[in-house]
Structures are given as structure tokens and as C-alpha cells.
């Protein structure tokens, strides 16, 4: 089983969320990136990113599902160090 399927859920959440926040702060610098590519190249690079943010949102969604329910008091559950 790989490593990071061991991984409590809030974890993988956490690095999920950092690397989406990422891409979407990369957007600007990816076009500058491929702005000497022929116009299908800057598209199908496009297209890439595109998929890449989509199905890293669709994981954060399905990962937030799997999320414990939080405590009586409103916190979250955390793992133990």
C-alpha cells in the first residue's frame, strides 16, 4: 500500500489544499511559460493544468467527505504526535 494512503485524512486534506493553492497561484506564470509555444502547444498545456486542478478538486472532494466528524465542541479531530 502506498505511504501516502496511510495518511489520516485531515493530513492528506491539508496537502491537498497547499498543492491546489499552488496551481491556481501558477496559473499567471504558466502562461508566460508557454507563450512561445506553437498555439496548439499553449493549449494542450492549458487543457493539462486545467485536468490536473480538476481532479485535485474532485480528490479534495471526496477526501473532505471522508473527514471525521468533528468533536462535541466544535474542534476537529487531530492525530496524536
Not at 61 to 66: A, C, H, I, K, S
Request: aromatic share 2%.
Amino acid at each position: 500500500m502506498p505511504r501516502f494512503l496511510m495518511l489520516p485524512v485531515d493530513v492528506r486534506i491539508a496537502r491537498l489544499q497547499d498543492t491546489l493553492r499552488r496551481l491556481e497561484e501558477d496559473v499567471p506564470l504558466l502562461a508566460m511559460r508557454v507563450r512561445d509555444l506553437s498555439p496548439e502547444g499553449r493549449e494542450s498545456a492549458t487543457r493539462f493544468a486545467a485536468a490536473i486542478m480538476g481532479q485535485a478538486r474532485a480528490e479534495l472532494g471526496r477526501l473532505l467527505e471522508l473527514r471525521p466528524p468533528e468533536l462535541e465542541d466544535g474542534e476537529p479531530c487531530e492525530p496524536a504526535d
